[in-house]
């Protein structure tokens, strides 16, 4: 079964860093398109950063540019979001997902459960 793992949340302070990390099972994986999102309390979920099979055609939101860099590791099936100069904004929970026909559709239609990272200030 195709699935997505986060780790690497936890609490953090101002100005510090961590890195995400989120696990696919299922080779098909390596195809797809990867993205990283976030969802603060009482918000709506946003965009973060997303990343071609290729490990090119990077995007990110406004907010973490400078600040964040998306990688992946198709040997391992892994992606990575290094967060950086954290702010308490940055607060939220973050879902890895993959876009299984990003050509086609636009979408995403595999997600993670989500990870917590806590900015404290």
């Known amino acids: 079964q195709e699935q997505l793992v986060e780790s690497g949340g936890g609490l953090v302070q101002a100005g510090g860093s961590l890195r995400l990390s989120c696990a696919a099972s299922?080779?098909?994986?390596?195809?797809?398109?990867m993205g990283w999102f976030r969802q603060a309390p009482g918000k709506e979920r946003e965009f973060v950063a997303s990343?071609?099979?290729?490990?090119?055609?990077?995007s990110y939101a406004d907010s973490v540019k400078g600040r964040f860099t998306i990688s992946r590791d198709n040997a391992k099936i892994t992606v990575y979001l290094q967060m950086s100069s954290l702010k308490s904004e940055d607060t939220a929970v973050y879902y890895c997902?993959?876009?299984?026909?990003?050509?086609?559709?636009?979408?995403?239609?595999?997600w993670g459960q989500g990870t917590q990272v806590t900015v404290s200030s």
């Open positions: 990343i071609a099979w290729s490990g090119g055609s990077i």
């Open positions: 997902a993959a876009a299984s026909n990003w050509q086609g559709s636009r979408r995403y239609d595999y």
């Open positions: 299922g080779r098909t994986f390596t195809y797809y398109r």
